[in-house]
């Protein structure tokens, strides 16, 4: 299960690495466009809020906790790259017993406030319902997905980004089979897409924990490495800290952002949903290539070859940028159209291809700053991610999306355009971090 990502073609590594992380990314996002699509089938537009707000809020939720996890990632990788065998066990040891108090506290919090979030997210009235239903079921299988995003962690960071794309394949499968069953055969709409989530999401824990037990994964976990240790759990929240709360940020920005649409009608509401969709399964090369740029360097940097980290970072913002550009063309001739597979209301339509076609250009700005944060992260300096992203969001992703819809109430377009003006900021800010830090020595 170890892999060695400090020798051989960084272009190969970078390639071999990120291809299994980026399809078990696709398989992922494939859960919430799954049950957008098949809710879309057999119900009517207030589901395909319901849906899409829910799942607003537990991707905010599921992109915390893997940016906790990414400290996990980096810690076991720089261990890995050192030779550092019964380090790498105690920080896996850590990582289970600390993720999973975290889980079962969430979980009784946020089953608690389920009211009060859908009432926050300014949720149309007609999705209300709906919306409820499907927070509370999704909020029930918390700790299911934490598992998850747990184990995938520490098997990137073992350099296996395999296992993990094997894991989500199944458990994909059986979220669509289950939606149809719970959304199409039993219509249950919105409920049904949570408990298929979950149940498909606890499916994939199971046969991750049968498979670690029968395979030979090269860590010998002992019975005191599964307790909370100070010096393995610092660098771990050091880094994963700062991207879980960066990443909780980001989403709060993009709940904003659906708040200011479902205040512009259900209609609106519908067409900035279905977009985020979109986008976040766009992103998976832009994520692929932030974990990966993470993962190898890490190693690197652990085994002292800091120019070969910094080469790993050229090497993936070149594929970010090649593939954003060309998806930006793709989007200019076609946004209604993949807004139409959802919802084929004309009023949604219309206005999705708006947004879509401002949004689509952070495919290539947030592409480059994602490939920088993946860089910062892997040498412990995940602050600095925070600071650009915090930065860009307080002067220009929230103001621009809010002053865009005030002032253009007939379109969704300037609004589209907020999102990838703010990630232009942030590349600004990592070009500059890079310089600085590079002529102090990182590392």
């Not at 996890?69 to 550092?84: C, H, L, P």
């Not at 940097?301 to 090497?315: D, F, P, S, V, W």
């Amino acid at each position: 299960m170890e892999r060695n990502l400090t020798n051989g073609s960084i272009w190969g590594n970078i390639v071999s690495f990120s291809l299994p992380y980026l399809l078990s990314y696709f398989l992922q996002t494939l859960y919430g466009m799954a049950d957008l699509y098949i809710v879309g089938q057999f119900n009517g537009t207030h589901q395909i809020t319901a849906v899409s707000v829910g799942s607003q809020v537990m991707h905010m939720l599921t992109v915390m906790i893997v940016g906790l996890a990414m400290g996990t990632t980096v810690s076991i990788a720089r261990a890995v790259g050192a030779g550092e065998g019964r380090r790498t066990s105690a920080i896996v040891g850590s990582t289970i017993t600390l993720f999973m108090a975290v889980a079962v506290a969430a979980m009784a919090l946020l089953l608690v406030c389920v009211n009060p979030i859908v009432a926050l997210m300014s949720t149309p009235e007609a999705a209300v319902a709906g919306t409820r239903q499907y927070l509370t079921i999704c909020f029930v299988g918390i700790p299911f997905i934490t598992a998850y995003n747990i184990i995938s962690s520490i098997f990137r960071g073992l350099g296996d980004s395999k296992s993990p794309m094997y894991f989500i394949a199944v458990a994909c499968g059986a979220n669509i089979a289950l939606d149809y069953l719970f959304i199409g055969v039993l219509g249950m709409g919105a409920a049904g897409a949570a408990l298929g989530t979950v149940l498909s999401q606890t499916i994939s824990v199971l046969i991750a924990l049968v498979t670690i037990r029968r395979r030979r994964s090269g860590l010998r976990l002992e019975k005191s490495d599964l307790r909370l240790q100070g010096v393995v759990l610092r660098p771990i929240l050091r880094v994963g800290v700062p991207v879980a709360l960066q990443d909780g940020f980001i989403q709060i920005t993009f709940i904003v952002i659906t708040i200011i649409a479902n205040r512009r009608g259900l209609n609106d509401a519908a067409a900035v949903g279905i977009v985020e969709k979109v986008i976040g399964m766009l992103f998976l090369v832009p994520s692929s290539m932030l974990s990966t740029v993470s993962a190898i360097s890490a190693q690197n940097i652990g085994a002292g070859k800091h120019e070969r980290a910094a080469k790993t970072l050229r090497c993936a913002i070149v594929i970010c940028v090649l593939f954003g550009a060309a998806v930006v063309l793709l989007v200019q001739n076609s946004a209604e159209s993949i807004v139409a597979l959802f919802d084929k209301s004309p009023a949604v339509v219309l206005a999705g291809g708006q947004y879509f076609r401002g949004y689509v250009w952070d495919c290539i700005f947030a592409g480059i700053h994602f490939c920088f944060s993946g860089y910062f992260c892997a040498y412990g300096r995940s602050d600095i991610s925070f600071v650009h992203n915090m930065i860009s969001i307080v002067l220009v992703r929230i103001p621009g999306s809010y002053l865009m819809s005030a002032l253009f109430v007939s379109t969704l377009l300037p609004m589209g355009f907020a999102a990838p003006a703010g990630s232009l900021l942030s590349v600004l800010i990592c070009l500059i971090a890079f310089g600085w830090l590079r002529r102090h020595k990182l590392g």
